[in-house]
């Protein structure tokens, strides 16, 4: 991933409704989450929810279908994977305790409880 493109997708997620809808996402899986019930579960305007999933999908972190009448969103989970390979790829630099907690997170696996308040 090139220093732009993490800016950029950095960029999208530094704002707490886009935040809150990467996030609601990311725990829907692949099945994703229809445009009306992210502004119902978030209680946004669908013109707000719009314009965020717009930029996140500029960011490449979210994608879309057509399913019906309804337009489906869904995380881009390989662009997080890169996102986040491309924060942590020279963690350590020798002092490997530095990316303990990392590690830990890692081992603990994505699709468990999270022990720490998010």
Known sequence: MESRQAADALGALAHEGRLAVFRMLVRAGSGG???????????????SLSANLMILSRAGLVT????????????????????????????CLGSPEICAPLAAVVARGCCQPASMPS
């Not at 989450?33 to 013109?47: D, Y």
């Open 33 to 47: 989450i229809a445009a009306g019930e992210i502004a119902r579960q978030l209680g946004v305007p669908p013109n």
């Open 64 to 91: 879309s279908r057509r399913a019906g009448r309804s337009i489906i969103y869904s995380a881009e989970y390989n662009r997080m994977a890169t996102l986040l390979g491309y924060l942590v790829e020279d963690c």
